[in-house]
């Protein structure tokens, strides 16, 4: 379903003009309009999502089946060394769009990517707990 002034809505639906890459009955695949590096490039699903925690386990496996894809002819076309998969969910994580989309970006020696967090320190016990909380729900 379109969600009225959505941006990614209008695009994946081409309502509004994108680079499109590739696009199939459930995704369109974009161009970053503000690249972080050469050949950054978005997946968009059709219907709204608005992040991770709206979108169900069947169409974020097709997604991935597809970011495969994407991400091999990125590399083989664009001859990167490397390449980051992002997805912001939440204004906290840095999403801005609140369209679910996937974030290729293509990795070269030189460029200005910065993707990194500072490690933190773990407790064994903690993780263990942790764990078998979090993995009862999946
Ligand atoms: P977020 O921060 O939500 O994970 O990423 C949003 C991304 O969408 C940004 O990288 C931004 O440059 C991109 N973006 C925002 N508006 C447009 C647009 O109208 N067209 C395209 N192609 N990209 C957009
Ligand atoms: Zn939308």
């Given amino acids: ?16 003009p994108s680079t ?3 696009e199939n009955e459930d995704f369109r695949v974009i161009f970053d309009i503000a690249p972080a590096s050469k050949g950054h490039t978005l997946i ?7 992040d991770i925690f709206d979108m169900d386990a069947q169409i ?3 997604l991935f ?3 495969t894809a994407v991400a091999k002819s990125l590399k083989k076309e664009l001859n990167c060394e490397g390449m980051n998969i992002v997805q912001n969910n939440g204004l906290i994580a840095g ?5 679910f989309h996937l974030h290729l970006i293509p990795r070269y020696t030189g460029d200005t990517v910065n993707i990194k967090w500072n490690p933190g320190e773990a407790n064994q016990e903690e993780l263990k707990e942790l764990a078998s909380i ?3 729900n999946i």
């Fill in 134 to 136: 979090v993995g009862k």
């Fill in 60 to 62: 974020g496996g097709r």
């Fill in 95 to 99: 999403q801005t769009v609140f369209h």
């Fill in 20 to 22: 499109t890459v590739y």
């Fill in 65 to 67: 089946s597809l970011a």
């Fill in 1 to 16: 379903m379109q969600k009225e002034d959505c941006i990614f809505c209008k695009i994946a639906k081409g309502e509004i």
């Fill in 44 to 50: 968009i699903p059709k219907q709204h999502y608005a």
